[in-house]
């Protein structure tokens, strides 16, 4: 099988999200460009991923044109390849619907930090609504992450995360919902007190010390 390595990782992380519930169905997708070749592995379109094979994970080139696996890669080809080729730092992305990143969106305002491992993935801005799998969107995505940030939210929709490698996506990921989570019950209790910006950069500042992901 070709690209054996991405594919197992794209897979692996999938199955991760589900069992997070982060994805139902076959919403969501997730991909990881190759360290030697200009190629990226993507979750195909339509496909139950509970029941995937490696091999069933789709090739596509950087410019997201399919190449290889039986199955049309994602729809959102266009988002994760524009976040890849715009990011050199970035080798994973990973796309879910998760129920508190969807709610918070419709907030219009940034997340807030109210943990530690949280702080790591701010800032969180929000993407405003555009049709899904469109350039439209792809390009939004793109501004709103910057030069360095790691996640953002989509109204109506859902979060986009990326990282250097899948792990690091994978916990942007997880650190960005439990970020909306824990603000909206907070927000609900009246009791919101996000981190300080001063403990936000400390933080940031301890865990690039460490080399942290």
Not at 27 to 39: E, K, P, Q, W, Y
Not at 60 to 88: C, Q, Y
Not at 122 to 131: D, E, Q
Request: aromatic share 6%; charged share 20%; proline share 7%.
């Amino acid at each position: 099988m070709k690209y054996e390595n991405i594919r197992k990782q794209v897979l692996e992380a999938i199955l991760q999200a589900v069992d997070l519930g982060l994805i139902n169905g076959t919403s969501g997708n997730i991909a990881l460009r190759d360290d030697t070749d200009d190629v990226v592995a993507i979750t195909p379109s339509g496909i139950p991923y509970t029941h995937m094979t490696a091999d069933q994970i789709a090739i596509v080139d950087m410019n997201g044109k399919w190449i290889d696996g039986p199955f049309k890669p994602s729809s959102e080809v266009p988002m994760h390849t524009a976040v890849l080729r715009s990011r050199p730092d970035v080798k994973a992305t990973v796309h879910t619907h998760g129920m508190f990143a969807t709610i918070m969106a419709m907030l219009d305002e940034p997340l807030q930090p109210t943990t530690p491992p949280q702080a790591e993935f701010v800032p969180v801005r929000i993407v405003p609504f555009t049709m899904p799998g469109s350039d439209e969107v792809a390009q939004r995505v793109v501004e709103t992450l910057g030069a360095d940030g790691r996640a953002v939210l989509i109204k109506n929709h859902g979060m986009f995360c990326c990282g250097k490698d899948m792990k690091a996506a994978m916990s942007a990921t997880i650190y960005t919902e439990e970020m909306a989570q824990t603000a909206y019950y907070a927000k609900l209790l009246g009791k919101f007190q996000p981190m300080s910006e001063e403990a936000v950069a400390a933080m940031k500042a301890l865990i690039a010390a460490d080399q942290a992901v």
